[in-house]
């Protein structure tokens, strides 16, 4: 595709739930990052993908969250178990390797739980 | 610690006054100063990278300098469109993560 892309845009879920939220990269981009972003502060990161090395998960706030990466594609984050403080806004971004500097982002996936 | 500062935290300015937006920031061996700008639910677009204190990148009505402790991005003669969150990040030391700031609303008023 032209761009990254997320799924879904908005999702509403119950306190205890799991949810699923999925990034497609750019195409020939091997590096894939997931981001949280909450009002007023400044994007969170969370986790990061290059080509076919070990993901460096540094930045998961609790063992409730986990991402996974396909193919060297498709990217889906998992959060188990959500609570409210998880509502946000997730973003995913992609970039050529050593391009960290130049992130392409898509337009996020907004969680609220209620 | 490796911080970034943005201010303020909102401008509002009518259709062609000019102004800046301030990021300062704390970091330990600068590699990278990063401008994005973010529309209303859409993901951050990048704009500019800068290097190096004295370093200018322009770009249609913006001009993005960087000194050793904080960058501004200049918005002249602003239009509606030009309205946005616009984000600040840097990039230090080995470390291929950017810091981001929390941004600054612009919103210019026709």
């Known amino acids: 595709g032209a761009g990254v892309s997320q799924s879904p845009s908005n999702k509403v879920t119950e306190k205890g739930k799991d949810v699923e939220l999925r990034c497609d990269p750019i195409?020939?981009?091997?590096?894939l990052y997931w981001y949280r972003q909450s009002l007023g502060q400044g994007l969170e990161f969370l986790i990061y993908f290059q080509g076919n090395s070990a993901p460096d998960k540094s930045g998961l706030p609790s063992d409730r969250f986990s991402a996974e990466r396909t193919g060297g594609s498709v990217s889906t984050l998992t959060i188990q178990r959500t609570q409210q403080e998880d509502s946000a806004v997730y973003l995913c971004?992609?970039?050529?390797?050593?391009?960290?500097?130049?992130?392409?982002f898509g337009p996020g996936t907004r969680l609220t739980v209620l | 610690e490796d911080q970034v500062t943005q201010s303020p935290e909102a401008l509002r300015l009518q259709e062609g006054e000019s102004s800046s937006l301030n990021c300062s920031y704390t970091v330990s061996g600068l590699r990278g100063l990063f401008w994005y700008r973010q529309d209303p639910g859409k993901g951050p677009e990048f704009l500019f990278t800068?290097?190096?204190?004295?370093e200018e990148k322009e770009k249609e009505r913006l001009k993005a300098t960087l000194t050793k402790k904080e960058s501004f991005l200049h918005i002249t003669a602003p239009k509606p469109e030009d309205s946005a969150t616009y984000l600040c990040?840097?990039?230090?030391?080995?470390?291929?993560?950017?810091?981001w700031g929390a941004g600054t609303k612009l919103i210019i008023k026709p």
């Open positions: 990040a840097v990039q230090g030391g080995s470390n291929y993560q950017l810091i």
């Open positions: 195409s020939g981009h091997t590096a």
């Open positions: 971004a992609s970039s050529l390797a050593g391009r960290d500097n130049e992130q392409f």
């Open positions: 800068l290097y190096s204190a004295g």
